[in-house]
């Protein structure tokens, strides 16, 4: 049976929560959020926001498109890495079902290749992957209800597991 509240896919960069959100909500029939394609939908590409606008201005871009993919029900939505920065959006997340995905450093090198991701940009991008993960860790460890590993296996697995969680 589709989710009465939203479904919320929380978790690093690399995590998998836009392929594995995508895949969760055409298994449960309803719609498929992810917050950082509305704002790039409506404000242009992410890395050219962080470099133009900054990153503080992303920031308030993504809590608008948050706090409406929320208000949209049963809907699966998948937030940006970063989106739980905001004590606002951890707040909204306490009425809603949170899996956290998370990965294992030496998987997510491969998942993060070639990828835009600004704060990723520049030398070593996995150390700053791993510095930005131990800062964020508890952040997410707060909102989740569930989580998953998706570091080995099939991403389908992680799927059902989460459907039959829902
Ligand atoms: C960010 C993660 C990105 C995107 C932006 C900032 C972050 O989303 O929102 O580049 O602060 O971790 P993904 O987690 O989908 O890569």
Redesign the pocket.
Known sequence: MAPASPLVLVG???AG??SIGRRVAKALGVRFIDT?AVVQREHGP?EQI?EIQGEST?RSW?RAAIQDALGRGGAVV?L????VLDADTRADLATCDVVMLTVDPRVVAGRIQGTA???LSGEDPIERWRR?WQERRPLYESVADITIDTSTGPLQHVVDEIVSWA
Not at 80 to 83: E, I, M, N, R
């Open positions: 690093p960069m690399g929560k836009t950082d992410i962080f992303f993504e998948s940006g890495g970063g989106a991701r600004p704060l930005i």
